[in-house]
């Protein structure tokens, strides 16, 4: 027989599914004639819900990390040029990467990039 | 072979694209968890960066012992314990950075509030077991592994987060 200790210690897994059948099973057998125990679960999910609630309400990273790490990536920059304005302009880059160098340039039109030298990069 | 385990191979073999994938599947979780130890949003964005440039780096070396999911998890946890020690050490604290609270427009700001406040008063190593079980669904021998300790202690720790976060909230 289950004791309540026992199935108080695993009420996280048993409220997420995360045991296995077996167990799962006696702890149900347990629970639906322990009051005590019905009401411990309760709790458990409540707090499971309200944790993950507030995960979730967090906001999470823009965009502009992914941006960075794949620079970092690429290499690290050893000179940029970077002229025009916001409506367009040219970046030409030289970096050095794992295995060697490499020359990368970009057109820029209304904020839109276009790799004219070096690797286009899918989904940029 | 799992979808994971051929995704992690394309990145060992440099795949970017697989990469870029690979990021978008977990940097929600990575961050997610790296904020609930670390309380800072501005040190979660960078235990994100250096968990995904460690995964860039050392896919290759992933013997598949355990979930891909799991692995990564424990990259962000060490990644994230360097940063607080560096932070201890006399740079920022991450207790004190305020945009860790949420705005939240839906009106439960109040409710989600005491939750966080509740959940920076537990010690970390009971936040964290915290968040592997409640947010992330780990097993508790996933989570033992991950956190390098026995399944009792998981139980113990995760039972004692509870308690204080049940006392903390009432």
Redesign the interface.
């Known amino acids: 027989m289950i004791r309540c200790e026992t199935v108080g210690r695993w009420l996280p897994w048993y409220a997420s599914g995360q045991i296995s059948t077996r167990k799962m099973q006696r702890m149900a057998d347990h629970i639906a004639g322990c009051e005590t125990c019905q009401a411990e679960l309760a709790h458990v999910v409540q707090l499971r819900h309200r944790y993950t609630s507030t995960v979730l309400s967090a906001p999470l990273p823009t965009n502009r990390l992914w941006e960075a790490l794949f620079n970092n990536l690429e290499g690290v920059s050893n000179a940029q040029i970077d002229v025009g304005s916001f409506l367009i302009g040219l970046n030409v880059g030289f970096a050095t990467k794992n295995r060697g160098s490499a020359v990368q340039g970009d057109l820029r039109v209304l904020g839109r990039k276009v790799r004219v030298i070096g690797k286009q990069r899918k989904g940029a | 072979m799992t979808a994971d385990d051929r995704l992690l191979a394309r990145v060992a073999r440099q795949d970017?694209?697989a990469?870029?994938l690979l990021?978008e599947r977990y940097?929600?979780s990575v961050?997610?968890f790296a904020?609930?130890i670390l309380r800072s949003?501005h040190l979660?964005?960078d235990v994100?960066?250096e968990t995904?440039?460690a995964v860039?780096k050392s896919a290759a070396k992933f013997q598949g012992r355990s979930k891909l999911r799991t692995w990564i998890l424990g990259i962000t946890r060490n990644q994230a314990y360097n940063l607080l020690r560096g932070e201890k050490k006399g740079q920022r604290m991450p207790s004190e950075d305020a945009s860790a609270k949420?705005?939240?427009p839906t009106g439960?700001m109040h409710?989600?509030l005491a939750?966080?406040d509740a959940?920076h008063a537990l010690p970390e190593q009971q936040r964290e077991v915290?968040?592997l079980?409640?947010?992330e669904?780990?097993?508790?021998r996933e989570a033992a592994g991950l956190l390098g300790i026995p399944t009792g202690t998981v139980?113990?720790r995760?039972?004692h987060a509870?308690l204080n976060?049940?006392k903390e909230l009432a």
């Open positions: 970017r694209d990469f870029q990021y940097a929600d961050y997610r904020l609930s949003p979660a964005e994100l960066q995904m440039l860039w949420v705005s939240d439960s409710r989600d939750v966080q959940l915290m968040h079980v409640f947010y669904n780990l097993t508790v139980k113990s995760m039972h509870r976060l049940a």
